[in-house]
Each structure stands twice: as C-alpha cells, then as structure tokens.
C-alpha cells in the first residue's frame, strides 16, 4: 500500500507552472496546477482542494494501516 506525490514542472511559452499528483496504490486520485492570479491564490478560491485531500489522504493511511495490522 503505497501513496506517491509527485510535483513537475510545465514550462511553456506563456508561463511556468507547476502539476501535482497524488496516487494511492497506482491509482490517480487527485491532479491540481498551481499558476492563478496573486490575488487568487488562498485556500477559499485556488487553494480549496487542499483541506479534503490531506483528510482524505489521512484516511486513506488510517485505512492501509488497520489493513496491515490484520
């Protein structure tokens, strides 16, 4: 039972952004692009994914961890 993040780097002719990925034994369970407006970057508007996908991936970890205690 693995969890990866990783974080790449999109270069392109217009700006320079960046993609996270989060997978949960291979499967993709959450891709997100950083590159809004100053004014924009906050976890009410951007930044609002954030707070459900660390709960989600600590249960996602509870749940491998319960998984292998049995």
Not at 39 to 47: A, I, K, N, V
Request: glycine content about 6%; proline content about 3%; some cysteine.
């Amino acid at each position: 039972m693995t969890i990866e993040i990783e974080l790449k780097t999109d270069d392109n002719d217009w700006e320079s952004r960046t993609i996270l990925t989060v997978k949960h034994n291979g499967k993709l369970i959450c891709e997100e692009w950083d590159g809004g407006e100053p004014e924009d970057q906050s976890f009410y508007r951007d930044w609002n994914w954030v707070p459900d996908m660390l709960q989600k991936m600590y249960n996602l970890g509870k749940t491998d961890a319960i998984k292998e205690k049995e």
